[in-house]
Every structure is written in C-alpha cells, then in structure tokens.
C-alpha cells in the first residue's frame, strides 16, 4: 500500500483523499491486497449467512471449515505432538460434537510454542518472513506479552469484520470511502495508506494527542472512524466533530453512558467488538441489546467451559488455534436475538475492566492509555493502582532471566505525559501466592476505582 511524497501544494494523496499525514507502506502492497478480495468477500457472504441462518445451516458452515483445520494441524508440529500426547489424532476432529474430546490450549503453550505452531509443512526452511507472516505481540495487560504470526489474510481480516457488520446494519459507504484511525496513545506514528480491500478507500492514522488533530480529521472526513473509548470521548468533547457513517471501538469497556454521550455529539451506528491479538475480531456487541455479543460465526467457534470462554478460530491459515483460552469469562446462549441475528452469543462477559486515574486538578485519565508501556517491559504480570494523585503502587512479576528495568522511572515518564506533575512510583513484587492469572493490571482507590468488565485484549489503535 503505497503512495507519493508530499510536494509543495499538494492537497490530496494518492487515495484521492486529503492529505492528513504522510504516505507509508505498511504490511502488504496494493496489488497484494487485492489478490485477498475474493477471500474478503467469501469471508463476508459466510458470516451473513451465519447470521440468518437456523442451526442447521450453521453447523453446516462451520463443519465445512473443520476439513481445512484438521490439515493444518497436521502440518503443525506443536500440534502433531500435542494431539499424539492426548492419544489424538487430527482425524479425530470428524464433527463438532469431537470437540468437546480434545484439549485446551493455554495462552502459556501458544506463547512456548513458538513457530513450531506454524501450520507450514515438513522440509519447509523458508523463515516465517520470507513467507510473509507477520508477527504481532499482544499488550501483557493480561498476562506476560504474548507473540504471534499473521500471514496475509489474518493482517486483512478486520476489513471483513467491518464489511460484514457494514452491512448487518445497513450502513452504505461512498466510492473510496476514508477511514481513520483515531488514536490516543502516545508516541505513535501517523500515516496514511491506500485500503482496496475496503472499496478502494484510504486509510488515516490520526492522533488525537498531536497538534491540529481536529482540523486533520476534518479534512479526512472519516466514513468510518475506528477509536478506543478515550478517543471516542475526546471526539464527542470537540466542537463540531465530524460525523462518520459508522463507529468501531475495541480494548476497553465502552459503557451505556459512554454511549449516550457519543450519540448527543456523533449521532452514528457505534460497533463494540471483542478482540484478542491471538484470534482476532471474536464477537461484536448488538447495538438493541447491549452486553449480548453476537458470535462472528463461521470465523470462529466459542465455547463457554465452567464460565470461561473458549475459542476456536476456523480461519483458514498457518496459526491453527483449536480450543483457546484467553482467559474471559461469560456464557454462550443459543437463543436468536431481538434484533434478528440467529447466531450464538456471549453474555455475561467479563473481561477487562475500565479504570480512571485522577489527577490533582480533578480531571481523570483513561489509565489503559500507559498499556503501551508495559507491553515492552520484560514483566509476565503487572498491577499499577493509584493510592493518592500523586502516589501510585507498582506491582510486578518479572520474567525469568529478564534484565533489570528502571520500572518506576518509565511507568513516572508515562505518567508525567498524562497530566501528573510529581508522580511517585514505588515497585513491589506480587505477595507470595497472589500473582493473579490473568490481572486486573490498573487499579484506583476508593470511588475512582474501575467500571464494569468490558471486551477485547487487542486495541484498535
């Protein structure tokens, strides 16, 4: 995805879209992208037709998808090995009523496995960039960082997801439609890139910490416009804002208020989807019915075992991922939805939890904006809480053989670029025994403390 260099004068990109920050190649070029269309659209066919379909109909797509699963965990050496422990073979993966007979895979094995996961075949000495994977690293705000591989349709299929709920809520974009990424954390680049596999739109990195972030947003005009709640809450205190076509937002708990708030100022359709940098997009909030969230049926299959979900993802591709933990909770219902879906759905989530810091002026701070800091400290768990405006306790678990950090120093920087002046940051290990599997890593005192649970371990921006 490639476009030219700003020149003197210049007033729109290669997209046809105007400038808002410079052009980059990121991932995969144009031509590479379109070779993926057909996929997309397969992709967004099968999970409108989960979506209207008895149950029937989707037991037959997602059976259809067990053939594809099984070969690739026959290529995967971790999985070859795994199965054969269990006194399992592949080929026992006949229907899904033979899933319930095969094992979990823990976050911990996904994060030791390493590319022996990799579904790529024996005698393959190509590295997994040499074949154009792609490896992602999830935040560590649940448990240490956790790496993994994406070949090309796993970096792309986001923009199914978008293409699907675009149209399950009737939404209708432009011709090259413009899409922003409005962003909130700090230190991150903005850019610029072409999107054809959404229409032949463009795609803009905003950030709305930078300077004149507003006025770049008002030249985008954005069609669609994908945020965090912090930045969904900065959008709707601006004067004016533009209005999008639709709304998506992901990572941290997005509550009813938050919504009514965002609809007085941006009156637009809003997404809420659970996702996790392992899976991808799992499931997405029903706009009638909040705290139901619809399963993206036939992607993926959930189940919900002693009230922790479980994930298999039946995306075709070289990370096969049978029977995941990441380490929610809720309940999967059969039941169809007012709305219409007639697809299975999460209810009860409970997974991250929102949580403000307060300054010493009053305001207080979205604390899931430090995630960044931690996802590259050599930390496999973390709990920052806030005792006072100025006093915070830092709690931690290193990993094994991991260098020494100035922990309190980075998390104060961070800290300092949020608003506090003079914070003080002392470091403490986890008291023996009470190292939580998956933490509740930001805590505030008293009032101030955390809301509800809320979705998703992979951000949007």
């Known amino acids: 995805m490639t476009g030219p260099g700003h020149g003197p004068g210049r007033e729109t990109d290669a997209s046809g879209a105007p400038d808002v920050a410079p052009p980059v ?5 144009t031509a590479s992208q379109r070779a993926l269309l057909p996929r997309v659209e397969e992709t967004v066919r099968d999970l409108l037709l989960a979506a209207e379909s008895g149950e029937d109909g989707r037991r037959a797509l997602l059976e259809a998808r067990l053939g594809p699963l099984r070969e690739a965990l026959f290529l995967s050496p971790f999985w070859r090995e795994k199965l054969l422990s269990a006194g399992l073979s592949p080929r026992d993966l006949r229907s899904l009523d033979d899933l319930r007979h095969f094992p979990f ?3 911990e094995e996904l994060a030791a496995a390493g590319e022996e996961i990799l579904a790529l075949g024996e005698g393959d000495e190509e590295s997994p960039e040499a074949r154009g994977l792609v490896r992602v690293v999830s935040s560590g705000t649940t448990g240490a960082p956790l790496g993994t591989w994406r070949d090309g349709f796993e970096a792309v299929k986001k923009v199914a997801a978008l293409r699907f709920w675009l149209a399950r809520l009737g939404v209708t974009l432009p011709p090259r439609p413009r899409s922003v990424l409005l962003c909130t954390l700090p230190g991150r680049i903005e850019y610029s890139v072409r999107l054809p596999l959404l229409f032949d739109g463009a795609l803009h990195r905003v950030s709305a910490l930078k300077e004149g972030a507003m006025a770049k947003l008002r030249r985008a005009r954005p069609d669609v416009l994908f945020s965090d709640p912090a930045g969904l ?12 076509r639709l709304l998506l937002t992901s990572a941290q708990y997005f509550s009813p208020a938050q919504r ?3 609809a007085s100022a941006v009156p637009a359709p809003v997404v809420n989807y659970y996702s ?12 009638s019915a909040l705290g139901r969230f619809h399963v993206l049926v036939p992607e993926v299959l959930v189940e919900s075992v002693s009230g922790e979900l479980v994930v298999t993802r039946l995306t075709r591709g070289v990370v096969p991922l049978l ?16 709305c219409g879906f007639r697809g299975p759905s999460i209810t009860g989530f409970a997974g991250r939890r929102a949580c403000r810091f307060t300054r010493g002026d009053g305001e207080t701070v979205d604390a899931w904006r430090l995630e960044p800091v931690f996802k590259h ?10 005792d006072s405006p100025s006093a915070f306790l830092l709690e931690v678990a290193r990993r094994e053989g991991a260098e020494d950090t100035p922990l309190a120093g980075v998390v104060a920087e961070a800290l300092r670029r949020l608003g506090f002046p003079d914070p003080e940051v002392r470091v403490a290990p986890f008291p023996a025994g009470e190292e939580p599997v998956k933490p509740e890593p930001f805590r505030a005192a008293g009032a101030a403390r955390t809301g509800p649970s809320s979705p998703g371990t992979n951000g949007t921006t």
């Open 377 to 386: 400290l050599p930390l496999s768990a973390f709990r920052l809480t806030q």
């Open 233 to 244: 809450h900065w959008l709707a205190g601006q004067d004016s804002p533009p209005v999008p």
């Open 25 to 29: 190649v990121i991932q995969r070029r």
């Open 260 to 262: 009514r708030a965002l």
């Open 276 to 287: 996790t940098a392992e899976t991808g997009p799992i499931a997405w909030e029903c706009p």
């Open 323 to 338: 029977r995941y933990r990441p380490g929610d909770r809720g309940e999967v219902e059969a039941e169809p939805c007012p």
């Open 105 to 107: 895979l823990t976050r």
